[in-house]
């Protein structure tokens, strides 16, 4: 297994391999809270992109929160993942709860970013989004969806380390998918990292305001 030091040494090897890549002129680079903000901030400041958060929120098992059986995106974008629905018999009712709940820590979190500063505009842009790792692809999924309603150009999705399977399906979400590494089965995503601490708030806010010192729109 190829480990990486932290989000930051990740997001400098997935900015080397994103600099070889044609077309991404014009992008800006979409991190999923919160970790995955860490990571686009390295790839934002290496390829010279501006840098944007784009909140989504996975929508875990009742019995299990860490499996996703959906996610949430901004604008309302919903995500179901109907073989866990069904497998572990989720009721209408309980996967509404997790929804709402989720919509609740959605809200705040795009307050908490954003304030009042309106979205960055992407219309006719490419969206490079950008994850610390991609398990189910429910979040990954929602992203690219939310990025394709606001009017993105074209959509490239990436992440220092995804599932094998999910990478190909997700081939259907996004124009291009890159990642540095692939694993098989189950695996959590802390796994590829020897630092893998939670990230707060307040470090996804502090990359955003580097970002907006640094580069205009």
Excluded at 60 to 76: F, K, T, Y
Excluded at 102 to 114: F, S, T
Excluded at 124 to 135: E, L, N, Q
Aim: glycine letters at 8%; charged letters at 30%.
């Amino acid at each position: 297994m190829n480990r990486f030091v932290d989000r930051a040494d990740a997001g400098r090897q997935l900015a080397a391999k994103l600099a070889t890549l044609p077309n991404l002129a014009n992008a800006i680079v979409f991190g999923l809270p919160r970790g995955g903000v860490l990571v686009a901030d390295e790839v934002a400041v290496a390829l010279r992109f501006p840098l944007e958060v784009l909140v989504v929120r996975k929508l875990g098992v009742p019995s299990q929160r860490e499996l996703a059986m959906g996610a949430i995106g901004e604008d309302g974008t919903v995500v179901i993942e109907n073989d866990v629905v069904v497998a572990l018999r989720v009721s209408p009712e309980e996967f509404a709860a997790v929804e709402g709940r989720e919509r609740a820590e959605l809200a705040r979190r795009i307050e908490k970013y954003r304030g009042d500063r309106p979205a960055m505009s992407i219309e006719g842009r490419v969206a490079v989004i950008v994850d610390d790792g991609i398990a189910t692809g429910a979040t990954a999924r929602a992203a690219c969806r939310t990025a394709r309603a606001r009017g993105a150009a074209r959509v490239v999705l990436t992440a220092p380390m995804a599932s094998t399977r999910t990478v190909d399906e997700l081939h259907g979400e996004a124009d291009e998918v890159v990642v540095l590494a692939t694993a098989e089965g189950s695996f959590s995503v802390g796994q590829w990292y020897e630092h893998f601490e939670e990230t707060s708030d307040e470090e996804v806010m502090e990359s955003l305001r580097r970002a907006s010192r640094r580069s205009p729109t």
